[in-house]
Each structure stands twice: as C-alpha cells, then as structure tokens.
C-alpha cells in the first residue's frame, strides 16, 4: 500500500472522518454493518466524501421509518368521529344489511313497530346504541359536521334525538319474546306438576319399589349399615344396573326384570303410568325459577321506561311508545300473575312428591329427582328387551337344534336302509322264477329291487339294522317318489331260502 503525496512529493494527511451531522433525520432506516474501528493502511484511507454529489433528499424520501400516506386513507382520518371505532364498524354492517333509510327505521321506533325488524336486527341495534358520552357528543354537531360524518355516526346521531332510545329499543326487545318465552316455561311447569302426581298415584311402580326393597333386604341380610332398610333413596335406583351378578352375565336389574316378568306380570306397565317423568327430568327447577324472575324484572323496567318517557315530554311526531307499551304491559302483567302462579303450584307439588319418596326437597333437585326415575323406567324396559331377545333367540336354538337332530336321525335312518338292501341281493343258491311267472329278482351288489308291475322303477327304502351276517328281524319302509312310507315285505311276492343271511 503506497499512500497518497503531493505535487512536492509530501505524503497527503488522511481524509478526515465522515461527519456524524450527514444523516439528519432520525426517522431513516439503518444500515446494519460492521463498522471498522481503525482503517490505517486500508483502503478507506484513500476514500475521499462524495455526499456532496448524492441525492440526500432522495434517500430521505425513499428510506424513512414512515409508511407514505395515501390520499384515501387522509380523506377518510378528515371524517369526524364519535362512536365507538368498533361499534361504528358492525353498526355499519348492520346497516347494509337491513338496506332501509334512517328515516324508516326511526319510525319503527317511535311506534313500536316490531313487524318492520327481527328480534335479532332489533337487539343488534340495542348492542350499538350510542351511550350516554356518545349522545351527548352528538348532541353538539353542527350541519357542517354531520354532512362529513360516516354512515354509522349519521345514523347514531339521528337515533340519538330519540328520547331514551336505548331503553326503548329493550322495551320493544322484550315485548317481543316474552309471549314465546311464557309458552315455552308453561309447559314444562305442567309436566312436573303432572309427574308428581303420576309418581304419587301409580301402584305400579308402588310394587316395583316393594320388590327392589325385598330383594335388597335380602342381599343385605346381617349388615348393620345397610340391612333391615325401611325404604332406599331413589338416586339408587340407576344404580341397579351396576350390580353384576357372579358370573359377570346379567346385573341385579336384569334379575329384577325377570322376577317381575314371571311373577308380577301385570306390574311390567309401570313405566305407562309415569309418561310425564321424562320430560320432567329435563326441566331445571333453577333455571325456570330465574327465568320466571327475568321477565318479571323486565316487565317492571319496560313500566319505569314508560313513565319516564311520559314525564320527559319530549314526545314526537308519531311517537306511539306509551300508547302501544301500555297496552302490552297490562296484558303481559295478567300473564305474569297466571305464570307466578303456576310456578308456585309447580313448587307445591314438587315437594309433596319429594317427601312422599322420603327425600328432602331443598337437598335434591328437581331434574336429579325426576331424572331418577326417568333413567330407572329406560333401563328397566331396556333390560325387557334384552331378557325377551336372550330368550328368543335360545328358543330359535333349540328349535334348530331339533330339526338338526331329526334330520341327523333321518339321514342314519336312510344309510341303515341302504346298507340293509344289500343283504337282499339272491345268493348263488337262489333259484331263478319261472318266466310266466315272473318273481322279483334282486341283483347282487345293485342297491335296488325289481318288483313286478313296478315298470323297473326304483323302490327306495329305509332301514335302522345294518349287515350282522346273522337272522335278525328285518323292518324297512318304502319309499316311493311321493308314496307314503309301506312296509317293504308285505305283498311283495319276494320269496328267500333258507341259506339267505340278513
């Protein structure tokens, strides 16, 4: 390396450093190198500054940390805004949706026209009502303003000049849906009450009950705890299932089932007399009680909105909110007293059912004491399907079985037969019919005998005797085509010597 001189031959002094004041501008983006910490004798000696010469004001515009604005996304930050940048944002959707003018959908409001939305737009526009920063914000909006708003604050802000419109919005919300949710809690109120007494009244179950604590008692015999019971929690009765016999095979369920089946036939309907507990083990006892308590509570809001519209005095054109929730509320309030009601009966009977089963009403549930049942009545008849299939399908076996054995026995039957044919073949010593008349011949080592008047048709026949080589009896039937079993000898004109061994 050789370093730079001067026309006078003296060696040049070292550029000077590049100054720290070239980048100006915090916001441009670095350039991550690894920077020397001594460049003697290296070429960067030789380096003169060119930043005079480059384009500062380019690399500013090109390399900054700062995204360029574009011209859309300025116009729109113009716009001025109130409502909730989420709220605005779903409202919008909403209203897109519904593709009705504001005008339109103000007048719903003021006259409580539900037919113009759904439950579900009407709760939508409940969620995005503007609070109360919000109305008041909007409340101080000049036209200027409004006219550069979005749609959503357009819309929020005209709402807004509604008195009370988010407690009417609930007003209309809950005259709605309290008709359909009063028919939807009435029913199951009238199936616990209809339950309870099917339990209480049917002798059925009664003597299913009987035999269960018999048969317990017995099983139980000489345990202090659990012997000698009076009666038993129903909450053991799903359990009944659970108890398998030694064998693993069958459960004491099973073997309850079985005993009422052959002893106590007429018991098996039991489950007809109890047809409401089903239903009723779905019911939740705290569920309708809260939901009662809801729309009583909803009911007294809807009558403070009321009054509160008609002390503001504030109403306007077409505003029929007092005039049309009046009349809902006096009938609703008739409808509540009738639900109120009920749900107290519902309460009385449940109670008395409790404690006719020996349970304690306030320490079980209603959908635990009902569901008890429910689930012993579908085990219970689950358990008859299987004894009655069980039992099917060994009858089924036993009749294969039988007609296995007979056609076995048949088939023994037919070979004895075939075997025993053979002994009646004619020795060597039989002597030979006369030709007019012909006696029937048999033909030794053929499995057949030709009789007259037959037309050389084959007789089948059967015997149980095989070949002993000595004098036994003989004892056949005949067979033939679809004839019904002969006596194979009688009438056959067969005659035998004395040499003929069977």
């Known amino acids: 390396?050789?370093?730079?001189?001067?026309?006078?031959?003296?060696?040049?002094?070292?550029p000077p450093p590049p100054s720290s004041s070239l980048h100006t501008s915090s916001n441009l983006k670095r350039v991550n190198w690894d920077k020397l910490?001594?460049?003697?004798?290296?070429?960067?000696?030789?380096?003169?500054?060119?930043?005079?010469?480059?384009?500062?004001?380019?690399?500013?515009?090109?390399?900054?940390?700062?995204?360029?604005?574009?011209?859309?996304?300025?116009?729109?930050?113009?716009?001025?805004?109130?409502?909730?940048?989420?709220?605005?944002?779903?409202?919008?959707?909403?209203?897109?949706?519904?593709?009705?003018?504001?005008?339109?959908?103000?007048?719903a409001v003021l006259s409580c026209d539900n037919s113009l939305l759904s439950e579900q737009h009407w709760r939508q526009m409940e969620a995005f009502a503007p609070d109360q920063r919000e109305c008041a914000s909007y409340a101080q909006v000049?036209?200027?303003?409004?006219?550069?708003?979005?749609?959503?604050?357009?819309?929020s802000c005209e709402m807004?000049?509604?008195?009370?419109?988010r407690e009417r919005l609930q007003s209309i919300i809950f005259k709605i849906h309290f008709k359909e949710k009063v028919d939807e809690i009435k029913p199951d109120l009238e199936k616990i009450i209809e339950a309870s007494m099917q339990l209480q009244n049917s002798k059925n179950l009664k003597?299913?009950?009987?035999?269960?604590?018999?048969?317990?008692?017995?099983?139980?015999?000489?345990?202090?705890?659990?012997?000698?019971?009076?009666?038993?929690?129903i909450s053991y009765l799903?359990?009944?299932?659970?108890?398998?016999?030694?064998?693993?095979?069958?459960?004491?369920?099973?073997?309850?089932?079985?005993?009422?089946?052959?002893?106590?036939?007429?018991?098996?309907?039991?489950?007809?007399?109890?047809?409401a507990v089903v239903r009723a083990a779905r019911v939740s006892g705290q569920t309708l009680e809260d939901e009662i308590a809801d729309l009583s509570e909803k009911l007294d809001v809807t009558q403070r909105t009321i009054r509160a519209v008609c002390a503001s005095h504030a109403t306007a054109a077409g505003d029929k909110f007092e005039e049309v929730m009046s009349t809902f509320v006096l009938g609703a309030e008739q409808e509540m007293t009738q639900l109120v009601r009920l749900h107290q009966e519902m309460k009385l009977e449940y109670e008395r059912a409790a404690r006719f089963f020996g349970e304690d009403p306030s320490k079980i549930r209603v959908d635990e004491f009902?569901?008890?049942?429910?689930?012993?009545?579908?085990?219970?008849?689950?358990?008859?399907?299987?004894?009655?299939?069980?039992?099917?399908?060994?009858l089924q076996k036993e009749k294969r079985m039988k007609e296995q054995q007979e056609r076995t026995k048949r088939r023994t039957f037919r070979l004895s037969s075939s075997?025993?044919?053979?002994?009646l073949s004619p020795s060597k010593h039989h002597t030979e019919a006369p030709k007019d008349n012909p006696k029937p011949s048999i033909v030794a080592g053929e499995d057949q005998v030709m009789l007259p008047g037959t037309d050389q048709e084959q007789l089948k026949w059967q015997s149980d005797r095989s070949h002993t080589g000595s004098n036994d009896s003989i004892g056949c039937l005949w067979e033939q085509g679809d004839l019904p079993l002969q006596d194979p000898l009688a009438n056959s004109g067969l005659e035998f010597d004395g040499e003929t061994n069977f």
Not at 243 to 271: G, I, M, Q, W, Y
Not at 419 to 423: D, E, F, G, I, V
């Open 207 to 233: 003597r299913i009950l009987e035999i269960v604590l018999a048969i317990g008692n017995y099983m139980n015999a000489g345990h202090k705890r659990v012997g000698a019971a009076q009666g038993f929690r």
């Open 1 to 14: 390396f050789t370093p730079m001189v001067g026309p006078d031959g003296v060696p040049l002094p070292p």
């Open 142 to 155: 000049d036209l200027t303003t409004f006219s550069a708003m979005g749609v959503a604050d357009k819309f």
């Open 37 to 107: 910490n001594s460049t003697e004798g290296t070429i960067w000696r030789e380096l003169s500054g060119l930043e005079d010469a480059l384009e500062l004001c380019e690399i500013e515009s090109k390399f900054s940390n700062q995204k360029p604005k574009d011209a859309k996304g300025s116009k729109q930050q113009q716009n001025p805004t109130i409502l909730d940048p989420k709220k605005a944002y779903n409202l919008s959707i909403l209203l897109r949706h519904l593709k009705l003018p504001v005008e339109q959908i103000k007048e």
């Open 160 to 165: 807004s000049t509604v008195p009370l419109y």
């Open 370 to 394: 009902y569901g008890a049942f429910a689930g012993f009545v579908t085990d219970f008849e689950g358990a008859l399907k299987e004894i009655r299939y069980t039992r099917e399908q060994e």
């Open 238 to 275: 799903p359990q009944l299932k659970g108890l398998r016999t030694s064998d693993n095979k069958s459960s004491l369920l099973h073997f309850l089932v079985a005993t009422v089946e052959r002893k106590f036939s007429n018991t098996l309907s039991f489950p007809n007399d109890i047809p």
């Open 419 to 423: 075997s025993l044919s053979q002994h």
